[in-house]
Each structure stands twice: as structure tokens, then as C-alpha cells.
């Protein structure tokens, strides 16, 4: 069930505040270069800034002034293992149809991508790719909100099908494809591979602060801020049972805004009273989850400085 509302004028401190949203995902990668030129020719992300750090080098992409993601060169890594904890994918949010047509184009047409599928979720349409290093993509882009239905106190989300030469067919255009980078993008939710959902339940709902926006999806619970159909969604699809993961490719850091100081003083304290270790710079709050997947949670406004060194 929802929080109850709080009082007008005060924060609910149990929950994050509706203002929440996603930042840029960070992910390890085994070939630098090869998977920076894959994320600008398929998905139309341009190299912001980079930065060597212990001789490890650090390289953020994002469209406009947008960081949306942060590649970290570590060639020693064993690659991506499909059935441990970490990425299920990273879900990219686009504004408009026609921005999401041209970057499904984009990505469909590279041959480094493998093209998974595309749904039709009722709350959003979304497509989706693996990179080649095996990281899960979702591209999406969200139905407006009063066309979002609600049953027994849940959003009701469906995976039916869309069939994505149709859907291509019917929106691609000329001046999408040409506009590239030009076009707004921005991580709207990230999907997690979990051991077990009642232990992820038990850290991104009652400590990080989530609610639950779907309970009933076989094997998966979707949870958000203010009510979006998911900022985070967790599943043991392929992973149940999973432990802390091994030191790999692939997800490094799931990185999560909140509005104001408050919002992580609120923070602060639920996670010392559930005895939760993290660490807090000022700006932002840093902890890992039970399978040893690293979330830092901030104030607005994080720069490519920012996430460069963390």
C-alpha cells in the first residue's frame, strides 16, 4: 500500500520525495574505445569529459549538456555473467516519438547491437538491445500520465506486443535521424537483477525510500517516487538465488537525484536506523546494496566533474 500522505507543508521522511529522478548509470567496460564509438553511432550519445583516475580512465556520454552515462576502462574484469546480480538494462528516456524511432533506427541498423524485442507496457512503448558487452538497453518513451490505468490499488502495467517494423515504418523521420544528439535523452529508470525480491524489497523500498508501484508482476517488483511507473525495477528472472556478485564488467553504479539537503538527511536516517553503512560527502550519499551493487544518491546538478570522481 502507498504512504500515507504526509501533512501539507511537511516531507514524508519514510519515503523519497516526488522529485526524484534517475542520473547516469555507470558501467565497467572491457573495451573503452569500441564501446564509447558503439553508445555515439547507436544511441547518439557524445563524449562529454573523461578523466584517468589510478590509471583507470573514466569517460562520460550524454546528449546535449545531459550526462546519461559513465564508461570506466577496466580491461581485467571477467566479462558480464547474465546470471549473477547487477544489469538487467539501463532504460533510456526520450521525450517524443519521434526522438525514440530515429534512436531504435540508429541502434537496429549497428551491427554490434543485438535487438532483444519491443512491448507495448500500456504506460510506455520500449524497445530493446544488448551491447556488446552484454549490458541489457531499454529505449522508451512514456504515454502520458492520465492514459496510465490503476486496478486494486496498483499501476497496471502489460508486456503485449509492438511490432517495431511498424512502428519505425510509421515514425521514423528524416529530421529525428539528422538531429542525432541534438535530441533530449535521459535515463528514466534502471532495471536490477536481484537474488531474491523480498531482500531488494526490504532495501530500495523501506531504506532507499522507493514505493511500490507493481507487486503482482511474476518474479519482479517495480518501485518509484511520486508515482512514475518505475525509477528502479528489481527481478530474479535470471538470478534467483544470486549472492554478492564478483568483481565484473558491467554495472558499476545506479546513481539516483533528490531534490534538496533534507531528502538526504531523511536518507541518513533511515539507513542508520536499519544499521546500513554509507558514506556522505555533502552532495551526495553513497551505499551498496545487498548484492554489492554501489547507488549514490544526490543533490541536482551533477556535472561530469561530479560523476568523474566518484
Known amino acids: ?32 574505445e569500441g564501446m564509447a564509438a558503439y553508445y555515439a553511432d547507436a544511441l547518439a550519445l557524445t563524449p562529454l569529459e573523461e578523466r584517468d583516475r ?4 573514466h ?13 570506466v576502462h577496466a580491461p581485467g574484469l571477467p566479462p558480464v555473467d547474465p546470471r549473477q546480480a547487477g544489469l538487467f538494462h539501463t532504460a533510456f528516456l526520450f521525450d517524443d516519438v519521434p526522438s525514440l524511432a530515429a534512436t531504435v533506427y540508429r541502434a537496429a541498423q549497428d551491427p554490434r547491437s543485438r535487438f532483444v524485442g519491443s512491448s507495448d507496457h500500456l504506460v510506455s512503448e520500449a524497445f530493446y538491445f544488448t551491447d556488446p ?16 490505468l490503476h486496478r486494486d490499488g496498483e499501476l497496471v502495467m ?30 528514466g529508470h534502471v532495471h536490477l537483477q536481484v537474488g531474491d525480491v523480498a531482500t531488494a524489497a526490504t532495501f530500495y523500498l523501506d531504506a532507499l525510500g522507493f514505493e511500490a508501484t507493481v507487486r503482482g508482476y511474476p518474479g519482479a517488483l517495480f518501485a518509484s517516487a511520486g508515482g512514475y511507473h518505475h525509477h528502479v525495477a528489481m527481478n530474479t ?6 549472492g554478492p556478485r564478483a568483481a565484473s564488467l558491467g ?8 531534490p534538496g539537503r533534507d531528502d538526504l538527511d531523511a536518507l541518513a ?3 542508520r536506523a536499519r544499521g546500513l553503512a554509507f558514506a556522505d560527502d555533502g552532495r551526495s550519499i553513497t551505499l551498496r546494496d545487498p548484492w554489492d551493487t554501489q547507488v549514490t544518491v544526490s543533490l541536482p546538478g551533477t556535472t561530469t566533474e561530479d560523476l568523474l570522481a566518484r
Open 269 to 271: 536516517s533511515r539507513l
Open 237 to 242: 528472472w535470471n538470478s534467483r538465488g544470486a
Open 59 to 71: 569517460r562520460v556520454l550524454g546528449r546535449g549538456a545531459t550526462p546519461m552515462l559513465r564508461l
Open 158 to 187: 502489460a508486456t503485449e506486443y509492438l511490432d517495431p517494423t511498424a512502428y519505425l515504418r510509421e515514425h521514423v523521420t528524416q529530421e529525428a535521424l539528422d538531429a542525432g544528439p541534438a535530441l533530449a535523452g535521459r535515463v
Open 1 to 32: 500500500m502507498p504512504s500515507p500522505t504526509p501533512t501539507p507543508g511537511t516531507t514524508d521522511e519514510r519515503v523519497l520525495a516526488p522529485a526524484t529522478t534517475m542520473d547516469a548509470v555507470t558501467l565497467h567496460v572491457g573495451d573503452l
Open 133 to 148: 558487452e552484454g549490458n541489457g538497453i531499454e529505449l522508451y518513451t512514456d504515454r502520458d500520465r492520465d492514459q496510465w
Open 54 to 57: 589510478g590509471g583507470r580512465v
Open 251 to 258: 554495472l558499476g553504479d545506479v546513481a539516483v537525484t533528490v
